[in-house]
Every structure is written in structure tokens, then in C-alpha cells.
């Protein structure tokens, strides 16, 4: 009970080819293909921009400013 052998998995691409064909399996491998190159260009383009830290004196949402007293 090792895991899948060669021949399981050549069994398996062999009915997938089956069930939806070689041009449709081509047109998925190059979405796919194209949508990791798209992932990585951005995962590479967010490292490289720093954030802008927030203006002093404005609250973030979520923030409390310290400096007023509570309403209450």
C-alpha cells in the first residue's frame, strides 16, 4: 500500500484524455499556465512597492485616538 504506481497514474491520464479530449486538456494547461504568470508578475510587483504609512493625526479605521476623552 506504497501510494500510486506509474501505471495507476498513466491509467488515470488516460481517461481524462478520454473524457474531455486533448484540445480542451491544451486550452486548461495554458489558462493554467497564464494564470501563474499572472499570480507571480503581482506577488512580484506587491514586493517591491513599499506601503505609504498612514498621515499623522488622522485615525484608521478601527483606531481609537488617544488624545480624546470617551463619549460617555
Known amino acids: 500500500m506504497g501510494g500510486l504506481s506509474i501505471w495507476h497514474w498513466l491509467i488515470v491520464l488516460a481517461i481524462v484524455v478520454l473524457l474531455f479530449g486533448t484540445k480542451k486538456l ?4 495554458t ?5 501563474i504568470k499572472g499570480f507571480r508578475s503581482a506577488m512580484r510587483e506587491g514586493e517591491q512597492e513599499k506601503p505609504a504609512s498612514p498621515p499623522e493625526g488622522r485615525v484608521i479605521e ?11
Do not use: R
Request: negative net charge; glycine residues 20%.
Open 62 to 72: 478601527g483606531e481609537a485616538d488617544k488624545k480624546e476623552p470617551p463619549a460617555g
Open 31 to 35: 489558462d493554467l499556465g497564464e494564470a
Open 26 to 29: 491544451k486550452n486548461v494547461g
